[in-house]
């Protein structure tokens, strides 16, 4: 099972690069991610305070430095209040306390804050059409990995050329 850390929420995303593995038998299952789950890092400073969304279905966990929001859907669209979370990061960072060194955000601090959203109807529409957008944009995210590794195969290829233009043209056709 795919294990989070701090060093994975960043950006207002969840980088898949630096998470580690585990044995899923050691993960407790509080510790582990549901769809639209909202990722806090919760320790560290620099990192402290960064939000995300969890938007897969594929399973993982997150390390005791993320704090998991989950909202109550009766109470809260998921989507929605994810989005709502992602507009207080700046907020929520400022939560911490501790020394220098040795912040944390307590998990209380999170559970007290407040946050702003439509009425539940209102809020489902708008959960859907947001987690719509975001799909998209994973989906576009995505096919810039691939463009730009076609891209760094294919530019040595070109400037020494052992591959023509023509020929480029052809081998990235399924790509494009």
């Known amino acids: ?27 407790r299952a509080d510790r582990v991610l549901v769809k639209n789950d909202v990722l806090v890092n919760s320790t560290g400073v620099g990192t402290l305070g960064r939000v995300a969304r969890w938007t897969r279905s594929s399973e993982a966990s997150v390390d ?24 207080q990061e700046a907020r929520i960072e400022a939560m911490a306390e501790g020394s220098t060194g040795q912040t944390e955000l307590r998990k209380s601090l999170l559970e ?22 975001a799909a998209l944009e994973e989906r576009k995210l995505a096919e810039n990995v691939e463009l730009a590794a076609a891209r760094d195969a294919l530019l040595p290829l070109l400037m020494s050329g052992r591959v023509r233009v023509r020929e480029a043209e052809k081998s990235i056709e399924g790509v494009v």
């Open 112 to 133: 007290a804050l407040s946050i702003r959203v439509p009425p539940h109807a209102v809020q489902r529409r708008v959960g859907q059409l947001l987690g719509d957008l």
């Open 1 to 27: 099972m795919v294990v989070l850390n701090q060093k994975c929420v960043r950006g207002q995303r969840v980088w898949l690069e630096p998470a580690r593995r585990t044995d899923p038998r050691k993960v």
């Open 64 to 87: 005791s430095h993320i704090t998991i929001v989950r909202f109550n859907q009766t109470a809260i669209d998921s989507v929605c209040g994810g989005f709502a979370l992602l507009a």
